[in-house]
């Protein structure tokens, strides 16, 4: 599964009722999504869960859009082979 | 001049349906609704019954978004509100939504929610604890979420009085009504705290039953009683005033008439041996009536040794030698001990029994306790033209709740 993919599962367990067509990168969390700010957080938990990346809250809060979600986790990834690189 | 008060909906989710009129029906088939838990691993417990809530499911009544996010016992409170405005035929806009409140209370809140992210908590740490945890867990969280599903946009508010908690939601809705403050109320009692920690804590106050046959384990007024069942469930009731319901010309299926509350200011637990303060509950709830006009009293019977025997001296002490000719029944025998939602059902078990003219029984009335020696509708419904009922609940911590329930003439 892409990061995309994974993503749009997260959103799916946070917001259940969700029309899936709707969760596409251009998607804003808010408003075209309908996720609150509980939500939202619920979210993060979720892409934690499904990366095994720590989140921290002062990165997520310019998640704005899917594609937002999709950069700062490809970030992570980035951050994390580097990291494995150099040890 | 006061307003009559009548209702017009009821609504319920209880361990013998998911309806008020399925609930009804076994209720007065003597069907008991207590079973082995299954909601989750009692093997360790020394009490492994409960009365449950089977078959609900939450996404008949709400989007799967707001079922995520809510506990259990906001779940029944929302369907038991969706069924009583239903009945009721009210239809909730601009014109009248500020005339419309909601006041439903609960016993213990989301107790199932709490202990979940508890258990995140400690395994996990805070970090991971859901966001909606509070929303989720706190009382008033059923009276709120059916204020956003109904948009009833008057007072939203919860009441906590333990297991008194139904009845005194009625009583103060009734109130508000009655001294012109509101014309619709939607009131009732919602709980599901048939948890471990729920359980546990029940159990180790020594309340509830060990006796290990559900069918019999919850017996008021019986020799053998040995204390209550928990259950859950929800039950939620439409009141207005009358000249609201006749403006718009619902069918009234009831009249609120009275409502009497006082506190033992006692004993955490006990109720007060004498009775006392429970006579004058239901004397307040009787002001301006004729006492002899009653002919029905739905007890709050939980089974408990201590309950049943001092709300019998109450009884008595109320009525006089009536006493003895007034048919007294405790659902409780068939749908345990739904605690912030067992007052509200039993208001709704009194208007069926006013429509209907049948009582539903006390079923597990087998070993007559000298000390309770009043007519409890043993075993066996019983058909009889009742035209006022009371309805008594009371609380740990002393609450004594007493509603005076009329048909509507």
């Given at each position: 599964?892409?990061?995309?993919?994974?993503?749009?599962?997260?959103?799916?367990?946070?917001?259940?009722g969700?029309d899936e067509i709707?969760?596409?990168?251009?998607?804003?969390?808010?408003?075209?999504?309908e996720?609150?700010?509980?939500?939202?957080?619920e979210?993060?938990?979720?892409?934690?869960?499904?990366?095994g990346?720590?989140l921290?809250d002062?990165?997520l809060?310019?998640?704005?859009?899917?594609?937002?979600a999709?950069?700062l986790?490809?970030s992570?990834m980035?951050?994390?082979?580097?990291?494995t690189q150099?040890? | 001049m006061?307003?009559?008060?009548?209702?017009?909906?009821?609504?319920?989710v209880?361990p013998l349906g998911?309806?008020?009129e399925?609930?009804w029906?076994?209720l007065i088939?003597?069907?008991?609704?207590?079973?082995?838990?299954?909601?989750f691993?009692?093997?360790?417990f020394?009490?492994?019954?409960?009365?449950?809530?089977k078959?609900?499911?939450?996404?008949s009544?709400?989007d799967?978004?707001?079922a995520?996010?809510?506990?259990?016992f906001?779940?029944?409170?929302i369907a038991a509100?969706?069924?009583?405005?239903?009945q009721?035929?009210?239809?909730?806009d601009?014109?009248?939504?500020?005339d419309a409140g909601?006041?439903?209370g609960?016993g213990?809140?989301g107790?199932n929610?709490l202990s979940?992210?508890y258990a995140?908590?400690g395994?996990r740490g805070?970090a991971?604890?859901?966001?909606?945890?509070?929303?989720m867990?706190?009382?008033d969280?059923?009276?709120?979420?059916?204020?956003?599903?109904t948009?009833m946009?008057?007072?939203?508010?919860?009441?906590?009085t333990?297991?008194s908690?139904g009845?005194?939601?009625?009583?103060?809705?009734?109130?508000m009504?009655?001294h012109?403050?509101?014309?619709?109320?939607?009131a009732g009692?919602?709980?599901?705290?048939?948890?471990?920690?729920?359980?546990?804590g029940f159990?180790?106050?020594?309340a509830?039953?060990?006796?290990?046959?559900?069918?019999?384990?919850?017996?008021?007024f019986?020799?053998?009683?040995?204390?209550?069942?928990?259950?859950?469930?929800?039950?939620v009731?439409v009141?207005?005033?009358?000249?609201?319901?006749?403006h718009?010309g619902?069918?009234?299926?009831?009249?609120?008439?009275g409502?009497g509350?006082?506190?033992?200011?006692?004993?955490?637990t006990?109720?007060a041996?004498?009775?006392?303060?429970a006579?004058?509950?239901?004397e307040l709830?009787?002001?301006?009536?004729?006492p002899?006009?009653?002919?029905?009293?739905?007890?709050?019977g939980t089974?408990?040794?201590?309950n049943d025997?001092?709300?019998?001296?109450?009884i008595?002490?109320?009525?006089?030698?009536?006493?003895?000719?007034?048919?007294?029944?405790?659902?409780k025998?068939?749908?345990?001990h739904m605690?912030g939602?067992?007052g509200?059902l039993?208001?709704?078990?009194c208007?069926?029994?006013?429509?209907?003219?049948?009582?539903?029984?006390t079923?597990?009335?087998?070993?007559?306790d000298?000390?309770c020696d009043l007519?409890?509708v043993p075993?066996k419904?019983r058909?009889a033209?009742i035209?006022?009922?009371?309805s008594n609940?009371?609380?740990?911590?002393g609450?004594?709740s007493?509603l005076?329930?009329?048909?509507?003439?």
């Amino acid at each position: 599964m892409d990061v995309f993919e994974k993503i749009k599962q997260a959103i799916i367990k946070v917001q259940p009722g969700i029309d899936e067509i709707k969760i596409v990168p251009a998607a804003r969390l808010t408003e075209d999504l309908e996720i609150d700010s509980l939500t939202k957080v619920e979210l993060a938990l979720a892409m934690e869960d499904a990366f095994g990346f720590y989140l921290p809250d002062e990165e997520l809060q310019n998640v704005a859009t899917v594609g937002d979600a999709i950069a700062l986790i490809e970030s992570k990834m980035k951050e994390s082979k580097l990291r494995t690189q150099n040890a | 001049m006061p307003n009559r008060v009548v209702i017009t909906g009821y609504g319920a989710v209880t361990p013998l349906g998911l309806t008020a009129e399925d609930t009804w029906q076994s209720l007065i088939a003597g069907k008991s609704g207590i079973g082995q838990i299954s909601l989750f691993d009692a093997a360790d417990f020394v009490v492994k019954i409960a009365a449950e809530v089977k078959g609900f499911n939450a996404v008949s009544y709400m989007d799967p978004t707001t079922a995520k996010y809510t506990d259990r016992f906001t779940q029944f409170a929302i369907a038991a509100s969706l069924q009583a405005i239903e009945q009721a035929k009210l239809k909730i806009d601009d014109s009248n939504r500020y005339d419309a409140g909601v006041l439903i209370g609960s016993g213990i809140g989301g107790v199932n929610t709490l202990s979940q992210q508890y258990a995140v908590l400690g395994t996990r740490g805070p970090a991971r604890v859901s966001p909606y945890t509070v929303p989720m867990m706190i009382a008033d969280n059923a009276a709120s979420r059916v204020s956003i599903i109904t948009k009833m946009m008057g007072p939203n508010l919860c009441l906590v009085t333990a297991c008194s908690t139904g009845a005194d939601a009625i009583g103060i809705a009734y109130q508000m009504i009655k001294h012109g403050e509101i014309k619709i109320m939607l009131a009732g009692g919602s709980d599901a705290a048939v948890t471990p920690i729920g359980v546990a804590g029940f159990q180790q106050a020594g309340a509830l039953s060990r006796n290990p046959d559900h069918q019999k384990a919850s017996r008021p007024f019986d020799a053998k009683r040995d204390g209550f069942i928990i259950g859950e469930g929800a039950a939620v009731l439409v009141l207005e005033s009358l000249d609201y319901a006749a403006h718009r010309g619902a069918g009234i299926l009831a009249e609120v008439v009275g409502y009497g509350a006082t506190s033992d200011a006692n004993h955490i637990t006990q109720p007060a041996e004498s009775g006392e303060p429970a006579v004058k509950a239901i004397e307040l709830a009787l002001a301006g009536i004729n006492p002899d006009a009653v002919d029905y009293i739905n007890a709050h019977g939980t089974s408990t040794p201590l309950n049943d025997l001092s709300e019998t001296r109450a009884i008595k002490k109320a009525f006089g030698d009536r006493a003895y000719k007034i048919p007294i029944s405790s659902i409780k025998s068939m749908v345990g001990h739904m605690l912030g939602a067992a007052g509200a059902l039993e208001a709704v078990a009194c208007c069926k029994v006013l429509e209907t003219g049948v009582i539903p029984p006390t079923i597990n009335f087998e070993y007559p306790d000298p000390e309770c020696d009043l007519d409890y509708v043993p075993n066996k419904a019983r058909t009889a033209d009742i035209r006022l009922a009371i309805s008594n609940s009371f609380g740990f911590g002393g609450h004594n709740s007493v509603l005076a329930i009329s048909k509507y003439s």
